[in-house]
């Protein structure tokens, strides 16, 4: 009996060591419960100096495990985050429903404007459907341009598996080329640095060290949009990336390659100046390659020599022109503003028309999107201009308009 | 000597085991809150009272508390000139808290209040 309690006593003497020992070891706790899910959590504890990831996701109310997973009630690192969705990034397509979905977040309705998930999943940025299909085709392992395969299997799009392609030329294409998409493995390079999913357009890319942005935006500068594009151009002669070999050192050079024409806007401007959201992120149908789903024109702004760009007056505070304002304020848009808008209804909201300049050659007013700079333009209609309406691709505008480089 | 140093380490051990077991994450928030004496919401007054995330309207019909947590998302909404506005995605609602503009799709929700017997305002949260 007495050797019994010598060794409870001792095991109990231990157990008191050991919670004591795992206390001192636990940094001071810092609990949150937020609004949304009302359940208490101890991310704080170690990253209470991140900042706000942005003004529609303040941490009180979302807090940190609905978006990026993880274990709640755990301090220590390797069990907090072993749960994680997508690792540091859950804007991963493959976890990107369960991070970012929910009918009142990013995976609603088109009615509602919240179908993004569903709008980026069939996109040919994630999809890179428009360039298997024509490899393949190069290759003659399909008899057409139309998309039959994807990265990943979606929308009775099979998913592509350059194994069980017969041509080595597709098999080294699977192995070297597929470095652009959404859920590509990147190009080693700073200048390939970014983050898959949304965060490859929404978040600032890692810095060379590996650490991160914490932040989400949709003030998307060009040079986010170049770790993927204009960095080179793949080849069918050897099915190889081919890196671009000048080094640009001004923006002039660095935005595009230097393999074509293009005008002052296309560089003074961002990507995203110019190219919609249905665009960039997709319009949630399949196309089968770029050239169907990028419509914005020069005359989408500019107008031509007998019509005036279209424009739209805003008429409900409801409205998506007012939303996409309220997240990206570069402008203070109202009811009763009217702005530009695209042939296929896209509201152009950072470009207004100047309210003191409606007359017979109106004047318009762009907020660039990602600096939030004032620029003004006038349309063709009523110029000097010898476009002709019938000719509107942008070389036609370049044969004038062209800037030296 | 030894029956101490055991009884001893015995209660220690326990103690804190106890502690350790009877760890609790974070109590509850309460579903009832005193907002003061009713004489400090004078008649046509809109107080908020920011730590019970509301604000307080004594009108002709009596006393009216709104919850100033946005029906959307949970975001604290913001009073305006002319009502309230969500910062986070840009839901607005009128001054008497009905929906103006979503994402939102309904108004500020109403919470229960009442005059106690001694004078005191009593939200209740559920």
Redesign the interface.
């Known amino acids: 009996m007495r050797h019994q309690?010598?060794i409870?006593?001792?095991?109990?003497?231990?157990?008191?060591g050991y919670?004591?020992l795992k206390q001192a070891q636990t940094p001071e706790l810092t609990?949150l419960?937020?609004?949304?899910t009302g359940q208490?959590e101890y991310c704080l504890t170690c990253h209470a100096d991140l900042p706000e990831i942005s003004?529609?996701?303040?941490v009180?109310?979302?807090g940190c495990v609905i978006c990026h997973g993880g274990e709640a009630?755990a301090v220590e690192a390797d069990l907090a985050h072993s749960t994680m969705r997508g690792g540091a990034n859950p804007s991963e397509l493959s976890v990107v429903e369960a991070s970012c979905g929910g009918e009142?977040?990013h995976s609603g309705t088109p009615q509602?404007y919240?179908d993004h998930i569903q709008r980026v999943n069939t996109s040919l940025q994630a999809t890179y459907a428009g360039a298997i299909a024509q490899v393949r085709y190069a290759f003659g392992a399909q008899p057409d341009l139309i998309a039959r395969m994807s990265i990943n299997a979606v929308d009775g799009l099979v998913a592509f598996n350059p194994n069980q392609e017969v041509s080595p030329s597709l098999q080294a294409f699977g192995q070297n080329c597929l470095s652009c998409h959404l859920s590509a493995q990147l190009l080693i390079g700073s200048e390939y640095n970014r983050w898959g999913g949304c965060s490859a357009c929404h978040s600032p890319a890692p810095r060379e060290d590996g650490t991160s942005v914490h932040k989400l935006t949709t003030a998307v500068a060009y040079s986010q949009c170049n770790t993927c594009h204009n960095r080179g151009n793949y080849s069918l002669a050897d099915v190889q990336f081919h890196p671009r070999t000048d080094t640009p050192t001004d923006r002039l050079h660095d935005y595009y390659q230097p393999i074509a024409e293009f005008t002052r806007c296309e560089w003074t401007l961002d990507c995203v100046d110019c190219h919609t959201r249905q665009e960039a992120m997709g319009d949630g149908h399949l196309y089968n390659n770029k050239k169907e789903i990028q419509y914005i024109r020069c005359y989408t702004c500019h107008g031509t020599l007998d019509s005036l760009p279209l424009t739209y007056t805003i008429k409900?505070?409801?409205e998506l022109a007012?939303?996409l304002a309220?997240?990206n304020p570069v402008i203070d848009l109202n009811v009763g503003d009217t702005i530009l808008m695209t042939e296929k209804g896209e509201p152009l909201w950072y470009i207004r028309l100047m309210a003191e300049k409606v007359e017979a050659v109106p004047t318009y007013e762009l907020f660039t999107k990602a600096t939030g700079q004032s620029l003004g333009f006038k349309p063709v209609f009523g110029s000097t201009c010898q476009q002709q309406p019938d000719q509107q691709e942008a070389r036609y505008c370049h044969e004038c308009h062209a800037i030296e480089r | 000597m030894l029956k101490g140093s055991l009884a001893g380490s015995a209660l220690i051990g326990l103690g804190v085991l106890g502690r350790f077991l009877g760890f609790q994450s974070e109590a509850n928030p309460p579903g009832q809150y005193d907002l003061g004496p009713s004489t400090d919401y004078p008649q046509g007054s809109r107080i908020q009272v920011p730590e019970a995330q509301v604000i307080v309207i004594h009108s002709d019909l009596g006393y009216i508390a709104l919850s100033l947590v946005c029906p959307h998302l949970g975001c604290e909404v913001q009073v305006t000139g002319d009502g309230f506005a969500c910062p986070c995605h840009g839901s607005r609602f009128q001054a008497d808290g009905s929906l103006h503009n979503g994402p939102a799709s309904s108004s500020l929700t109403s919470l229960r209040i009442e005059e106690s017997a001694e004078g005191h305002l009593i939200l209740y949260h559920q």
Request: charged share 15%; aromatic share 8%.
């Open positions: 309690l010598v409870v006593s001792f095991l109990l003497l231990l157990a008191a919670v004591l609990s419960t937020p609004v949304l208490v003004q529609s996701h303040p009180e109310t979302f009630l009142q977040c509602m919240r409900d505070e409801d007012l939303r309220f997240v």
